[in-house]
């Protein structure tokens, strides 16, 4: 038995806890031989060790995300203060593809509506972004393999369990994304508060991908240069900027008007 941060005491687990987080070289291990779905694993930064690099190229094979974090973020995520270095982060389900994404499109029989979550990092956004793209009948969520919150715990109970209905794929590289999308017909929205066109002046009933930058330095520089259109939202305000979410749910809102 440890004690965790609230001082109560907890048994000792090799299973994800209710957030999905599997701590401890033994756990992890031990999760990747038994086939647990994992989002993605953090080693922390600098330690070099034998077992360490066993789990990091145990799990480049199967494919997991390997992230090399400072240990400040380990102990901050850890819920044991005996994370030994490596923390992973269990999947709550399958990533989809963006053919997956194109084909509900397809079936339905109207024209994609595609939201580009670029580097979100908060799960609760991401999290949010998914309800509301489920709420808004987009076709799917699209987020970068690096950089970003997973499907993850976390993000599925902020969903509010939109995770299960809302395809959410995952890839190497967003411009890259993008450009595939354009060349199947898709336009891409870039958002930015300093967008040079308003909102309303956006034509979104036909096939768009709206792309949301990140909560600390909004849509990186070749994502932006990629976008057909920098759309912006009016601020009335003083601050600078809405919630990356706040932004989403606005644009696949007014998605859904023009689509009535
Ligand atoms: C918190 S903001 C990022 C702010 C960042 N400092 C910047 O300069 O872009 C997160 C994301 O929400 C969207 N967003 C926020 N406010 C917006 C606005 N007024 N118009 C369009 N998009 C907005 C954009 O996608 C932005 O990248």
Not at 51 to 62: M, N, P, V
Not at 118 to 136: K, Q
Not at 185 to 200: C, K, P, Q
Request: with cysteine.
């Amino acid at each position: 038995m440890k004690e965790n941060k609230t001082g109560k005491r907890r048994e000792d687990t090799l299973e994800a806890g209710a957030d999905g987080i599997i701590e401890g070289r033994n756990a992890v291990i031990e999760a990747l031989r038994s086939g647990t779905a994992i989002d993605k694993i953090y080693i922390a930064r600098g330690e070099t060790d034998a077992a360490l690099g066993h789990i990091a190229s145990t799990a480049r094979g199967k494919g997991v995300v390997v992230v090399e974090a400072d240990r400040r973020k380990l102990d901050n995520m850890s819920r044991t203060h005996s994370h030994q270095g490596v923390i992973a982060l269990a999947a709550v389900r399958e990533y989809a593809s963006v053919e997956d994404i194109l084909n509900a499109a397809r079936e339905k029989g109207e024209p994609p509506l595609i939201v580009v979550c670029d580097e979100l990092s908060d799960p609760h956004n991401l999290g949010a972004v998914i309800r509301t793209a489920e709420c808004a009948g987009a076709h799917g969520v699209i987020i970068p393999k690096r950089r970003s919150a997973g499907l993850t715990a976390i993000v599925a109970k902020t969903s509010a369990g939109a995770v299960s209905h809302v395809p959410v794929a995952r890839v190497p590289n967003l411009p890259a994304l993008l450009k595939e999308l354009k060349d199947e017909g898709i336009w891409v929205f870039g958002t930015a508060a300093d967008g040079d066109r308003l909102l309303y002046e956006a034509d979104l009933k036909g096939p768009a991908a709206i792309v949301i930058g990140s909560e600390g330095d909004g849509m990186g520089r070749l994502v932006a240069e990629t976008c057909d259109f920098k759309v912006r939202i009016p601020m009335k305000g003083k601050l600078n900027s809405l919630n990356a979410s706040a932004a989403a749910a606005i644009l696949l809102y007014e998605a859904v008007r023009q689509r009535m």
